[in-house]
């Protein structure tokens, strides 16, 4: 079992920059295929990145194709999301998540991922 916890989320201007981290405690982080979802008010969770066990790999949604990038450093059990260039639209509370199985490029969907953190919020202005 592994533990998540995110952090990083804030206020910022539009066109500016955050970077969310997820620390993970318990099992072998580097077992895991780890994944960035977001969930503005009143939609589903839906899926912005994921990045394989190794961290040579990466997908992204379309929607923040080179704006975001997904990263992890398995040394230090963490996964990042580096936002740049942010709108409004992606204002929403930011969860990363860990599968046990699955495939970074194929787990897209929530039900793919098996541990989940607490969310925090991203709120950018216009």
């Known amino acids: 079992q592994v533990q998540l916890v995110e952090s990083g989320g804030g206020l910022v201007q539009a066109g500016g920059s955050l970077r969310l981290s997820c620390a993970a405690s318990?099992?072998?982080?580097?077992?895991?295929?780890m994944g960035w979802f977001r969930q503005a008010p009143g939609k589903e969770r839906a899926f912005v990145s994921a990045?394989?066990?190794?961290?040579?790999?990466?997908v992204h949604v379309d929607s923040v194709k080179g704006r975001f990038t997904i990263s992890r450093d398995n040394r230090k059990n963490t996964v990042y999301l580096q936002m740049n260039s942010l709108k409004p639209e992606d204002t929403a509370v930011y969860y990363c998540?860990?599968?046990?199985?699955?495939?970074?490029?194929?787990?897209?969907?929530?039900?793919?991922?098996?541990?989940w953190g607490q969310g925090t919020q991203v709120t950018v202005s216009s």
């Open positions: 998540a860990a599968s046990e199985g699955g495939s970074y490029n194929s787990a897209r969907e929530p039900h793919d991922y098996d541990y």
């Open positions: 318990g099992r072998l982080f580097s077992s895991y295929a």
């Open positions: 990045i394989s066990r190794s961290g040579r790999s990466t």
